[in-house]
Each structure stands twice: as structure tokens, then as C-alpha cells.
């Protein structure tokens, strides 16, 4: 009975640990092909770029200042482009760690 019993705990800790890591691929998976979607298409430009750049222009008009808000823009789409960036290559080296143990 006791052996039934751990042998069952230890097969619900493998999946669980299994299921874990392949949710952490997949999720790294659809990060990186959004940052490619950002940086390369033109959907991500249309979407990214020209979202930013129409605020910027309206932040532009309201305060009559014609260089801070396209450099905040700026600011704002490097971060988002480099965060997510190294936060998939965080994760793709967890996952390449915990493969080696």
C-alpha cells in the first residue's frame, strides 16, 4: 500500500514537472515569435511603431516640445522590444539548465 501510494506521488511530480517545462517552451516560443512580429513585419511596425509615433505627435501638438516625446517613444519601444527579448533568453536558459540535471 505505502508503495502504491509513492509510486503514484512520484508519477504526479513528473508529470507536473513535465508539463511544467513544456508550458515554459511554448511560452518562450510565442514571446520570441511576438518580439519578431514587433521588429521585423509590418504588422508589428504598422502597430508598434505607428502607435507610438501618433502619440508622440499628439503629445507633440499639446505641448508645443518637438524632440522629448519621440525620444520617449523611443525609449518606450526599446524596452519593450529588449525586455522581452531578454526575458525568453532567460527563460530558454532556465529550460536549457534543467535539461542538463
Known amino acids: 500500500m505505502i508503495f502504491t501510494l509513492l509510486f503514484f506521488q512520484i508519477v504526479r ?3 507536473l514537472v513535465a508539463s511544467y517545462s513544456l508550458q515554459i ?4 516560443v510565442k ?8 521588429k521585423n513585419s509590418s504588422m508589428g ?4 511603431i ?3 509615433t501618433f502619440s508622440a505627435k499628439v503629445v507633440q501638438g499639446a505641448t508645443y ?3 522629448e516625446p519621440l525620444l520617449i517613444s523611443a525609449f518606450f519601444y526599446l524596452i519593450l522590444t529588449f525586455s522581452l527579448g ?3 533568453g532567460w527563460a530558454e536558459r532556465r529550460m536549457k539548465a534543467s535539461d542538463s540535471h
Open 45 to 48: 511596425y504598422v502597430l508598434g
Open 86 to 88: 531578454r526575458l525568453v
Open 65 to 67: 516640445k518637438g524632440l
Open 25 to 28: 517552451v511554448y511560452i518562450s
Open 50 to 52: 505607428a502607435e507610438l
Open 31 to 38: 514571446v520570441n515569435e511576438f518580439v519578431a512580429v514587433i
Open 13 to 15: 511530480i513528473y508529470i
